[in-house]
Nanobody, 119 residues
Framework: QVHLVESGGGLVQAGGSLRLSCAASGRTFSIYRMGWFRQAPGKERELTAAVNWSGTNTYYADSVKGRFTISKDNAKDTVYLQMNSLKPEDTAVYYC????????????WGQGTQVTVSS
């Protein structure tokens, strides 16, 4: 099993920046891909960004493309989500997740961190 712990959420004004961190431990050798999801009240959970465990092959949802950057520190087994030019519609609980295969569902999830963007 992989244990994931997110940090870095908070309250920020529109146009500001935050960096989320996701520290992975446990059977990290089994991870193929990491993703950052978010879920706003009354909305479905959506994948915002993803990266292979090797740090390559990134994906971004259209809603965050050009504003968010996903990266991985191989030495620390930590994945980051740098969020710039934040908008009120980015307000959500952000979760990191790990997938053990090239396709399919994400297997392990963090507890989530709240991001609130005020207008």
């Amino acid at each position: 099993q992989v244990h994931l712990v997110e940090s870095g959420g908070g309250l920020v004004q529109a146009g500001g920046s935050l960096r989320l961190s996701c520290a992975a431990s446990g059977r990290t050798f089994s991870i193929y891909r990491m993703g950052w999801f978010r879920q706003a009240p009354g909305k479905e959970r959506e994948l915002t960004a993803a990266v292979n465990w090797s740090g390559t092959n990134t994906y971004y949802a259209d809603s965050v493309k050009g504003r968010f950057t996903i990266s991985k520190d191989n030495a620390k087994d930590t994945v980051y989500l740098q969020m710039n030019s934040l908008k009120p519609e980015d307000t959500a609980v952000y979760y990191c997740a790990a997938r053990r295969a090239a396709v399919g569902q994400y297997n392990d999830w963090g507890q989530g961190t709240q991001v609130t963007v005020s207008s």
